[in-house]
């Protein structure tokens, strides 16, 4: 059965993103949990929030073991970008875009690794 999960409009570049949400993908929920502990990255606490979230939604809404759990599917995609303006020498304007990313976690109960 699978599990899911998603934060939106996390204020980091989704390039960025998908360094952390790489380092987790396929493993096991609790030992992903463990990986982006530890990770030096800004997006490792959100991805780290998510994948306890939906290991409490297992958990919860369909009574599945969160120890059985293994992230099948995660991914970063692109959200709203903020345009800010930034003046510059000679009366000119530089654009600043600030990005924001849209995260998404999968797990499925299984017992063993394939």
């Not at 390039?15 to 990255?41: C, H, N, T, Y």
């Not at 345009?83 to 530089?94: E, S, T």
Request: hydrophobic share 40%; net charge positive; glycine share 4%.
């Amino acid at each position: 059965m699978e599990v899911r999960a998603s934060v939106t409009n996390v204020r980091v570049s989704p390039r960025k993103a998908r360094l952390v949400v790489d380092a987790v993908r396929g493993k096991r929920v609790s030992e992903a949990i463990a990986i982006s502990r530890f990770l030096p990255q800004k997006t490792a606490a959100d991805v780290e929030k998510l994948l306890k979230s939906v290991a409490a939604n297992a958990e919860n809404n369909y009574d599945l073991d969160p120890e059985d759990l293994w992230v099948k599917a995660i991914y970063a995609d692109d959200g709203p970008t903020y345009k800010r303006f930034k003046a510059r020498a000679r009366g000119r304007v530089g654009r600043i875009q600030k990005r924001t990313c849209h995260i998404t976690v999968i797990a499925e109960d299984r017992e063993e690794e394939r």
